[in-house]
């Protein structure tokens, strides 16, 4: 299902073909690099550490902050043209989700979120789930043999013990 969803979001950015205005991708892009800067502070990194990734970050922010706004403009029209909707027991069961996956109470995470000012966030990533699962589900597929040089590092294979066999 991963890769069915990774194929179809590829699909759509390599459709995507139109220009995006500069000052919003420019925006958005310091916007995207902050935040993943900061996640990398939140995970332990030092600043000489997140100093020496910078560069590459700053490399790819912009391509990939520009194919995830083409996403979201592509799945944002599809969900309106199909007339998807969000309803706010979605967004409660989003929420759950997310203090289940954390650890945190509901009532924590919905309060984090909302002084985050990201509730409208939430429910703009359900639409878009919602929008690519109406896409994966009206898909056609086929089926065919994974290669071992096509694997990649989530999908491989190791014949190794993990522990020596006891005589």
Same mark, same amino acid.
């Given at each position: 299902?991963?890769?069915?969803?990774?194929? #179809? %979001?590829?699909? $759509? +950015?390599?459709?995507?073909?139109? =220009?995006?205005? &500069? /000052?919003?991708?420019?925006?958005?892009?310091? !916007?995207?690099?902050?935040?993943?800067?900061?996640?990398?502070?939140?995970?332990?990194?030092?600043?000489?550490?997140?100093?020496?990734?910078?560069?590459?970050?700053?490399?790819?922010?912009?391509?990939?902050?520009?194919?995830?706004?083409?996403?979201?403009? #592509? %799945?944002?029209? $599809? +969900?309106?043209?199909?007339?998807? =909707?969000?309803? &706010? /027991?979605?967004?409660?069961?989003?929420?759950? !989700?997310?203090?289940?996956?954390?650890?945190?109470?509901?009532?924590?995470?919905?309060?984090?979120?909302?002084?985050?000012?990201?509730?409208?966030?939430?429910?703009?990533?359900?639409?878009?789930?919602?929008?690519?699962?109406?896409?994966?589900?009206?898909?056609?597929?086929?089926?065919?043999?994974?290669?071992?040089?096509?694997?990649?590092?989530?999908?491989?294979?190791?014949?190794?013990?993990?522990?020596?066999?006891?005589?």
């Amino acid at each position: 299902r991963q890769s069915a969803r990774k194929q #179809v %979001l590829d699909q $759509i +950015a390599a459709a995507s073909t139109w =220009e995006l205005p &500069q /000052d919003m991708l420019r925006k958005q892009a310091r !916007r995207t690099l902050q935040r993943r800067m900061m996640e990398m502070k939140n995970a332990g990194m030092t600043d000489e550490q997140i100093a020496g990734r910078r560069r590459l970050l700053e490399q790819d922010v912009i391509k990939s902050t520009a194919d995830a706004l083409k996403e979201h403009f #592509v %799945l944002q029209k $599809i +969900a309106e043209v199909e007339k998807i =909707e969000i309803e &706010q /027991d979605d967004i409660d069961a989003e929420v759950e !989700r997310i203090a289940e996956q954390s650890g945190e109470s509901y009532r924590r995470v919905k309060a984090r979120l909302e002084k985050e000012e990201l509730m409208e966030a939430v429910a703009a990533d359900l639409l878009e789930r919602k929008a690519l699962d109406l896409i994966l589900s009206n898909a056609t597929y086929e089926e065919y043999e994974l290669k071992s040089e096509e694997q990649q590092g989530e999908v491989a294979t190791i014949e190794a013990q993990a522990a020596p066999q006891s005589e």
